[in-house]
């Protein structure tokens, strides 16, 4: 929990990994590449007091994870999204079994979702149910722009794909995590395009598709499908260190999300172990829409409660202290949100 003068907020960091890109897992050139990238974006948008060094970057193990999420980053709950990215690594890019592990060590702080890739077809759908069953998966993460053999991804209302939705409702998984954000070296631009979302959102209603990132940087694109379809969520991965580099963009991205989807359907992620919680969370509780930015209304003290705790633990079924809880907004499921908040109401760092 984050306290904050007299206010307090509940935690739920909803994307987090344990990977390892050490030498000795690389399969290629492209496992490189990848952590690379993903290490520049570490250094290039962290403030310099949280830079970790390259050799720490590649591997940073589940002792180091509890203590940077739960001693020292204000963390209630988290929840693992792994990307297997098979193709470059040679155990996986997500650590399965480690994560796993600590998931069963620390009952009530960690949940593990899963991931699948429609393209391994009928194995992969046997192997679905079983990792449902052992897992007990509420969710999964799909990786639209993974390599798999001779592809170079795959669509989200591809024939497979449905056909692996419709097992993840017939097993109750319901929260579809989807990466659609930057690129990320060598895969390719196109196959995180958020298009997809809007065919399979509509035909699925009984589904939470949270796409990862928001869409970035196709922010635009994304809104306008998910202001439509009430059963699309935005993930702040990536989004979140901008308030440090980029503030003013990053209140574009915030004033978007509230205008065009609503207060309960963002949600934090430090998207570590690119970045760590405790800075970004400390940011986001002081952060405000600045003047100059007056078409976005300012962000109320209860969005900042929800966005970084609360719809993510309503999503998951995670329990939540009465004294931390909050009712829905009432607002419509679809279309956009009024800017016509009164300013000065229960904000933070007005």
Known sequence: MYEKGDDSFFIVDAHVALWDARPENLRNIHGKQFIDCFYDYHRNLSPESELWTYEEYLYQGGER??????????????????????????????????????????????????NFDP?????????????????????????????H??????????????RYLEVCRELGIRNIHVHKGPTIRPLDRDAFDVADVDHIATDFT?????????????????????????????????AMPFIHTRPKYFAQIMGELLY?????????????????????????????????????????????????????????DIEVPADLQLADADEPAVGPRGADRAAGDNLVGA
Request: glycine fraction near 8%.
């Open 260 to 316: 065009w989807l609503g207060e309960d359907r963002i949600q934090f992620s430090s998207d570590y172990a690119l970045w760590t919680p405790r800075w970004l969370i400390e940011s986001f509780v002081d952060f405000q829409i600045p003047e100059e930015l007056s078409e976005y209304a300012p962000i109320t003290l209860d969005q900042k409660k929800k966005v970084l705790g609360l719809n993510a633990a309503k999503m998951y």
């Open 206 to 238: 009984d589904l939470n598709f949270v796409v990862e990132h928001c869409g970035l940087p196709r922010l635009e694109d994304f809104c306008w499908i998910a202001t439509q379809e009430p059963n699309v969520h935005a993930g702040l991965a990536v």
């Open 65 to 114: 994870l509890i203590k940077d999420l739960f001693i020292d980053g204000y963390v209630d709950h988290a929840i693992f999204q792994p990307a297997h990215l098979g193709e470059f690594y040679v155990n996986g890019f997500g650590q399965t079994e480690e994560a796993w592990a600590l998931t069963q060590a620390h009952p009530g702080l960690l949940t593990y979702n899963h």
């Open 119 to 147: 393209r391994n077809g009928e194995r992969g759908l046997d192997q679905l149910r079983a990792d449902a069953e052992r897992f007990g998966l509420k969710g999964v993460k799909l990786y639209t722009a993974e390599w």
């Open 149 to 162: 053999g001779d592809s170079r991804g795959y669509k989200l209302d591809d024939d497979w794909t449905r």
